[in-house]
């Protein structure tokens, strides 16, 4: 119920599923309908259908106990690794570190791991490091222990000021300049790219060319200048594509003698229902009051 939602909202919602639902018996025994009205308002309905259909696994195969191993719990429906190791070490003190945000900088810092970590390898060496650390089951402690990393992570060990000398584990941090880390690959450079199109209107209609590539299949835009044109454009705007920044420029076109399969004359009236990317269509808001005027 917390995921995307504050507490002062959840409380409510979450006296009255406990009244209607107060064990994962009745909640597996449910009919949906039931389980998403009590959830109405919460919004996300797929985290109430996946609690739902979690209650009927565990009620049906686990005898209705919630399972301990991480592997168990992360195998019912809705449930992700860092759920799954966030219940399995919180409520059952298993040594699975949930890997959120303020465990990766711990642990990165004490390691001095000077290696980006938003990829495959650099998590997977932060990951087996916290691994690494956890007391052992017979020990206990583990999720204590999480909890601990997690809270010296937000308190302590923060991402642009860390209090070094408050650290109760600074004597073994080889962070040499923590603030630097975690590293995080470089963004590609941003590169302009020009797109020229034409305004091209004949008889209150205005020509538009269906995309054929990828990303927009499909969808119409204002049809493509094959040359590079030149002078102040009657319409310019700029749009975001990968790491790419788009100058949009659209001039005044001349009405071709024959069309391609993909261009279409539509009229004025006919333009709102046409599917169009965002940007194109930005460019024929800014054009439609000059074919009208
Ligand atoms: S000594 Fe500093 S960098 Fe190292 S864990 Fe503590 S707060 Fe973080």
Redesign the pocket.
């Known amino acids: 119920m917390l995921q995307q939602t504050q507490v002062a909202t959840v409380v409510d919602y979450y006296e009255r599923w406990m009244e209607r639902f107060p064990d994962v018996r009745t909640l597996a025994a449910a009919p949906e309908s039931d389980v998403l009205h009590a959830w109405q308002g919460l919004g996300y309905y797929s985290r109430a259908r996946n609690l739902h259909a979690a209650a009927r696994v565990i009620a049906g195969d686990y005898g209705g106990i919630f399972p301990r191993a991480t592997e168990r719990i992360l195998a019912l429906p809705g449930v992700g690794p860092y759920t799954a190791a966030a219940v399995a070490t919180f409520a059952f003190d298993q040594p699975t570190p949930p890997v959120d945000a303020n465990i990766i900088r ?1 642990t990165a ?2 390691l001095d791991y000077c290696k980006p970590i938003d990829n495959a390898a650099g998590l997977s060496h932060i990951r087996a490091a916290a691994e690494q650390w956890q007391p052992s089951e017979e020990e206990g402690g583990a999720g204590i222990f999480n909890e601990a990393l997690m809270e ?1 992570g937000a308190l ?2 923060t991402p642009r000021s ?3 000398s408050a ?1 109760p ?2 004597i073994f ?1 080889r ?1 040499e300049a ?1 603030e630097t880390l975690p590293l995080k690959r470089p963004r590609p450079r941003r590169v302009e790219l020009e797109e020229h199109c034409g305004w091209i209107v004949r008889d209150d209609q205005v020509l538009l060319e269906q995309q054929t590539g990828k990303r927009w299949r499909g969808l119409w835009r204002l049809p493509i200048l094959t040359e590079p044109h030149s002078g102040i454009p009657l319409a310019a705007l700029a749009y975001p594509f990968t790491h790419h920044r788009v100058n949009l420029s659209v001039f005044p076109g001349t009405t071709p003698l024959f069309l391609t399969e993909n261009q279409h004359w539509f009229s004025l009236a006919e333009l709102e229902a046409v599917p169009m990317t965002a940007p194109h269509r930005r460019a024929l808001q800014k054009l439609l009051p000059k074919a009208n005027a």
Request: positive net charge.
């Open positions: 711990v810092r004490l010296l302590v060990c860390p209090r070094c650290c584990v600074r941090c962070a923590p």
